[in-house]
Nanobody, 119 residues
Framework: QLQLVESGGGLAQPGGSLTLACVVQ????????MSWYRQAPGKGRELVAS???????VYADSVKGRFIISRDNDKNTVRLQMNSLKFEDTAVYYC?????????????WGQGTQVTVSS
């Protein structure tokens, strides 16, 4: 059964840290580019970071130097380490799996996890 299950969201203070995890079941993990997106209230969904292979990584300008994306192919898991959190990082964070060769036919989303940055 195909599942993308996110965890690790919650409440953090400005300047604090959180680490999100997305465990993937039901697909060949190494065939997929893994990404984190986020959607703040009243805004569209935006790319936060993506990782295709170990060294093929993209970050949104707004999170460069603060967030780190990583993947563990043995555990079918992608993580997003979020440091130096800001109020504007508050959003629902979604994990996405996109097939490297047939992205239009095989792209899947998790259910989302809420991250709230508040003092």
């Amino acid at each position: 059964q195909l599942q993308l299950v996110e965890s690790g969201g919650g409440l953090a203070q400005p300047g604090g840290s959180l680490t999100l995890a997305c465990v993937v079941q039901g697909l060949t993990f190494t065939h997929f580019t893994m990404s984190w997106y986020r959607q703040a209230p009243g805004k569209g969904r935006e790319l936060v970071a993506s990782i295709k292979h170990g060294t093929d990584i993209v970050y949104a300008d707004s999170v460069k130097g603060r967030f780190i994306i990583s993947r563990d192919n043995d555990k079918n898991t992608v993580r997003l380490q979020m440091n130096s959190l800001k109020f504007e990082d508050t959003a629902v964070y979604y994990c996405r799996a996109e097939h490297i060769l047939i992205p239009s036919q095989a792209t899947y989303w998790g259910q989302g996890t809420q991250v709230t940055v508040s003092s």
